[in-house]
């Protein structure tokens, strides 16, 4: 449980910092997201998640 909570406090420091630094591109970045189609953007996060769950499962049993 705490690695999670670690996860989602690097998640939105990192988002934070990208807005923070950014704000007009990530704007931009926002606003052509809508012309991406539904089915891209769930392959997408599909992958992502699928390579997020092979690399924490990788580190959890490399350092135990």
């Not at 970045?29 to 699928?50: C, N, P, T, Y």
Request: hydrophobic share 55%.
């Amino acid at each position: 449980m705490k690695e999670l909570i670690i996860a989602f406090g690097l998640f939105f420091f990192i988002e934070g910092v990208l807005y923070a630094i950014f704000p007009s591109k990530m704007k931009n970045m926002l606003k052509k997201l809508e012309l991406v189609k539904d089915s891209h953007l769930r392959s997408g996060g599909l992958i992502f998640a699928v390579v997020g769950f092979i690399i924490i499962y990788y580190v959890k049993n490399l350092y135990e």
